[in-house]
């Protein structure tokens, strides 16, 4: 299983070497910049398609995106 543990910079280093050092632990590493944005748009995105699907947003059509390009 992988969880998403989010910590702020100034205890980061710290909450690392607390993870490494639990046995059960398998890899704890940051995550880059570029990785996190990645994740904060996919979350966006998925967000976005769940409103499309409960109706309570209506997103373009390809059609309609490739129409504005």
Request: no cysteine; proline share 1%; net charge positive.
């Amino acid at each position: 299983m992988k969880i998403l543990i989010e910590i702020s910079d100034n205890d980061a280093a710290f909450g690392l070497k607390v993870l490494r050092s639990l046995s059960f632990v398998k890899k704890a590493k940051p995550m880059s910049s570029g990785a996190v944005n990645l994740w904060d748009d996919l979350k966006d995105a998925a967000k976005d398609v769940r409103l499309h699907k409960d109706g309570k947003v209506k997103m373009q059509t390809l059609d309609e995106f490739l129409n504005e390009v």
